[in-house]
């Protein structure tokens, strides 16, 4: 399947990551000396490997995906020889992880998903005034309030979600046409999914619903193909999103990702929307918010 590493386990991953981030980075940027004859703008092997203090065999076989017991220290020095920034290098740390893990339990079962506890469901419905959902590291919405399905309407509406009604914000991004009028800033917005999704990757590579999940957007959108052949990294986003609302117009909206510590290793994060006092936005976010009093939700939408 496109999208998919032929590596076995995240080998591939972490080849293509540290090629990639080599890549970005020009001699005269590292404080090498430059030549016409080069092949490549970015760092050969062999430089990083002066940069980060080893042996030019050694980062190479670091760089085919061999990382499992490489000590932080030494990761440390490539993420500095790279400037990796620190999603890079969270990432990198992930990775390296992952592939211990592996060699000492390849058998290991992917984590379980976990239920979103009534207490966070009650916590979510009692922000009447702001837009608040729960998502996971794959960017399910596995829970959210009422102003929540009445920003995001079209998302919550649309072909893309899955057989249980829960929507999926890489898929809506991807795959619905609409997502391109919907998100204002639309092409931010596909980076940014794009690059939650390699975090996630970095920290569950064995998560098959997740592979599921690359493996579809990459034979479907050609954009989601080129964001993740990137190799961006994003472990949290937060900041303004302009949205326009076929029944509002015009939103433009702060939001906050805060971590939300649930059972087993399950990453989820409780994203707020709310709109700046005195604003335009804040009238439309409240005739939302009296709209959204008077539906009903559907049968799943209690759920998320």
């Known amino acids: 399947m496109k999208g998919m590493d032929r590596l076995p386990g ?36 062999e430089e990083v490997a002066v940069l980060a203090g080893v042996s030019t065999e050694w980062y190479t076989r670091l760089e085919k995906g061999h990382i499992g017991g490489v000590s932080e220290d030494v990761l440390d020095a490539v993420a500095r020889a790279l400037r990796l920034d620190d999603d890079e290098r969270t990432y990198l740390f992930d990775l390296a992880r992952s592939s211990r893990q592996e060699s000492r339990a390849p058998s290991r079962s992917r984590r379980r998903d976990v239920e979103v506890p009534p207490r966070v469901r009650w916590l979510l419905e009692s922000m009447t005034t702001s837009s608040a959902f729960v998502r996971n590291g794959r960017t399910d919405i596995v829970a959210g309030n009422a102003l929540a399905r009445a920003v995001f309407a079209p998302m919550f509406g649309s072909s893309t979600v899955d057989g249980h009604g829960r929507p999926n914000l890489a898929r809506y991004i991807f795959l619905d046409p609409g997502a391109r009028d919907f998100f ?49 990294v994003l472990m949290r986003h937060d900041g303004v999103k302009r949205l326009q609302h076929p029944e509002v117009g015009h939103l433009e909206l702060t939001f906050q990702s805060l971590d939300l510590p649930l059972p087993g290793r399950a990453v989820h994060e409780l994203i707020v929307y ?31």
């Open 184 to 232: 204002v800033d639309w092409e931010a917005a596909g980076i940014a999914t794009a690059a939650l999704l390699r975090a996630e990757v970095g920290r569950e590579p064995r998560d098959r619903a997740l592979r599921e999940l690359v493996g579809e957007l990459s034979t479907l959108s050609p954009e989601f193909r080129g964001r993740w052949a990137a190799h961006d």
């Open 274 to 304: 709310t709109a700046e006092p005195g604003t335009p936005s804040e009238d439309r976010l409240k005739l939302l918010t009296s709209w959204a009093a008077t539906q009903r939700p559907q049968s799943h939408a209690d759920a998320v």
């Open 10 to 45: 995240n080998r591939g991953d972490i080849r293509d990551f540290l090629a990639s981030r080599r890549a970005k980075i020009t001699p005269a940027q590292a404080g090498l000396p430059t030549s016409a004859r080069r092949r490549v703008p970015g760092l050969r092997r």
